[in-house]
Every structure is written in structure tokens, then in C-alpha cells.
């Protein structure tokens, strides 16, 4: 069982990106709005690493599905 504190900051870390607020809200702002029929891990600014993580965690409602989903909804407002 994961016990990591799961928070976007976290979230960002695990996906190697810069994890600062500013840092999140500047990635989101960059690459929203994500379109509707793009799937998340399919959009063109993951690296394939980053695309494979995302997949599985929706594949597998896994420990981070919740974050994701967090990041999927900013992405697409």
C-alpha cells in the first residue's frame, strides 16, 4: 500500500515536473484547454514515461486516480 501524501504538488513530483504552485499553474495554464476527445496520458506534452503513469493509473483506479482527475478537470476548464 501506498502511504505518500498524494497532493498535486506530489503528483507533479512523481511525474518529474516542477511542483511549485507556480510552477502547477503555469503548466495548466500552458496547455489548457486540453480538448474533449483527447484522453489525459494521450495529450502531446506527455513524455512517454509520463503517458504510460497516467494510463495506469486510470486503467487501474489506482492511488492516484484522484489527483489525475484533479489535473484532467484544470486541464480541460
Known sequence: ???????????????GLPSNAAAIDAFIAQHRPLAEDIK???APFWSPAQAQFLR???DGDADWIELVDQLNV???A
Open 56 to 58: 495506469e493509473e486510470f
Open 74 to 76: 484544470r486541464l480541460r
Open 1 to 15: 500500500m501506498d502511504l505518500s501524501e498524494h497532493t498535486l504538488r506530489a503528483l507533479f513530483d512523481q511525474l
Open 40 to 42: 489525459l496520458a494521450d
